[in-house]
T-cell receptor, first 113, second 113 residues
Framework: KAGVTQTPRYLIKTRGQQVTLSCSPISGHRSVSWYQQTPGQGLQFLFEYFSETQRNKGNFPGRFSGRQFSNSRSEMNVSTLELGDSALYLC????????????FGNGTRLTVT | GQNIDQPTEMTATEGAIVQINCTYQTSGFNGLFWYQQHAGEAPTFLSYNVLDGLEEKGRFSSFLSRSKGYSYLLLKELQMKDSASYLCAVRDLATDSWGKFQFGAGTQVVVTP
């Protein structure tokens, strides 16, 4: 079974620009979550989608948004980029059983200059 | 996650044992997960506990006490490749019935020869 796939692996953007990151979950997984990871803050929850609906949202500004498609693939968008948005963005999918763990992709390393 | 505490760093020698503690506070506990993350890579799932007691998986074991809000991950016969960050994560049903994962900041384990 293929794992969670994220594209691109690396991105360099300048302040004020916007960016779209993509995530393909493990086949059969309908839940996709997004996390931001920085050295100082650790893994911070952004949002979770299930069957194209946002089920949960973390404490991030409205510049961070996401969506999920009917094939469970997900995208997240960050508009008006700030220097502080530089981070590793991780996508994770999981099954529906209560003990299903999150399965992470390799992440997208975003650098904002 | 502000409700999950784990030590920042631990150092141990090859062949030794290391115990990584994790304490948490949540009103809707529904499982505790341990992840391993090597530098520059995605977190990978190690273990899951939802009932009190010890779960053993080869060189790795994880323990849970729900009444104390406490878990530990035990790494035995340490190998150099075990040098990584270990993340404690709690699934919390308090916010919604689907369950949100909250992560600790991670414990960096350094294995020395």
């Amino acid at each position: 079974k293929a794992g969670v796939t994220q594209t691109p692996r690396y991105l360099i953007k300048t302040r004020g620009q916007q960016v779209t990151l993509s995530c393909s979950p493990i086949s059969g997984h309908r839940s996709v979550s997004w996390y931001q990871q920085t050295p100082g803050q650790g893994l911070q929850f952004l949002f979770e989608y299930f069957s194209e609906t946002q089920r949960n949202k973390g404490n991030f500004p409205g510049r961070f948004s996401g969506r999920q498609f009917s094939n469970s693939r997900s995208e997240m968008n960050v508009s008006t980029l700030e220097l502080g948005d530089s981070a590793l963005y991780l996508c994770a999918s999981r099954g529906t059983a209560g003990n299903s763990p999150l399965h992470f992709g390799n992440g997208t390393r975003l650098t904002v200059t | 996650g502000q409700n999950i505490d784990q030590p920042t760093e631990m150092t141990a020698t090859e062949g030794a044992i290391v115990q990584i503690n994790c304490t948490y506070q949540t009103s809707g506990f529904n499982g505790l997960f341990w992840y391993q993350q090597h530098a520059g890579e995605a977190p990978t799932f190690l273990s899951y506990n939802v009932l009190d007691g010890l779960e053993e998986k080869g060189r790795f074991s994880s323990f849970l006490s729900r009444s104390k809000g406490y878990s530990y991950l035990l790494l035995k016969e340490l190998q150099m490749k075990d040098s990584a960050s270990y993340l404690c994560a709690v699934r919390d049903l308090a916010t919604d019935s689907w369950g949100k994962f909250q992560f600790g900041a991670g414990t960096q384990v350094v294995v020395t020869p």
